[in-house]
């Protein structure tokens, strides 16, 4: 059994978004995503299918179908191959579940584009 906490100890970047590992199962990895205020992680996709949750803060989720305004406690399950976008339209701390296949580098390559 491992223990991991999304809200302790949370550090952000002014330049990019934060990635930080918070816990990794026989399944999945739980990755904490913490955006400043007006931050931008661009357009990417993954290979598999991810789930996004907002634990604190409020993003505008972007796709190619249109906006989603998450906020605080708000949740979306992503299909493989959807080109997506994060806008924090304040501080906020992000859950990304990704599949045991999907790499953590995918995602911090995509906050470097």
Do not use: C, W
């Not at 990635?19 to 661009?42: G, H, N, P, W, Y």
């Not at 179908?65 to 701390?93: C, I, W, Y």
Request: net charge neutral; charged share 25%; proline share 4%.
């Amino acid at each position: 059994m491992e223990t991991g906490s999304f809200l302790t100890n949370v550090t952000y970047d002014d330049v990019r978004p934060k990635i930080d590992v918070i816990l990794e199962t026989l399944f999945s990895k739980e990755i904490r995503i913490a955006m400043v205020k007006d931050q931008l992680m661009k357009d990417h996709s993954a290979p598999l299918p991810i789930v996004v949750h907002v634990l604190k803060g409020q993003i505008d989720f972007g796709t190619e179908q249109g906006q989603l305004v998450l906020n605080t406690g708000d949740m979306v399950s992503v299909e493989p191959s959807v080109r997506h976008n994060l806008f924090a339209k304040e501080a906020s701390v992000v859950r990304l579940t990704l599949a045991k296949g999907d790499s953590v580098n995918r995602v911090k390559d995509a906050v470097l584009k």
